[in-house]
């Protein structure tokens, strides 16, 4: 990846996961990073989504289905969201924690076919979505 778009996908990742500007040092870091084929953007993405800083920004004060809706939302969108995904994303928060969520969200191909090979999930808090079949 060229340096210009590994700077404004980094950007990216840190706005639209943890909600705040990169500092310098973690910036620097990925970029680095993806511009020299060392981590890939899901590397990067896994990091935030487990990372310290967004169990405490997002996940301590959600229950576990708020988190599981809202997490469904990001990566795959309102409208692409079934009852199953739900309960299947809320049971595997409770057995695997959320690093084997995010795992199982980044290899699901919805991931893919939505976001493509670079694209970024926006994370929002209490997002609403209306259950299908």
Not at 12 to 19: F, P, Q, R, T, V
Request: glycine fraction near 8%.
């Amino acid at each position: 990846m060229n340096f210009n778009a590994a700077q404004k996908l980094v950007g990216a990742l840190y706005g639209n996961i943890l909600h705040r500007d990169a500092d310098q040092d973690g910036f620097n870091y990925n970029v680095h990073g993806l511009t020299n084929n060392l981590v890939s953007v899901k590397e990067i993405m896994y990091e935030f989504f487990t990372s310290e800083e967004f169990f405490k920004k997002f996940v301590v004060n959600q229950t576990p289905n708020e988190l599981s809706r809202n997490l469904l939302a990001c990566f795959f969108g309102a409208s692409d969201v079934v009852s199953a995904d739900l309960l299947r994303v809320r049971d595997n928060m409770i057995k695997a924690g959320l690093p084997g969520v995010v795992t199982a969200l980044m290899e699901d191909p919805r991931f893919f076919d939505r976001h493509g090979s670079h694209g970024v999930p926006r994370y929002e808090e209490k997002v609403q979505i209306l259950i299908g079949a």
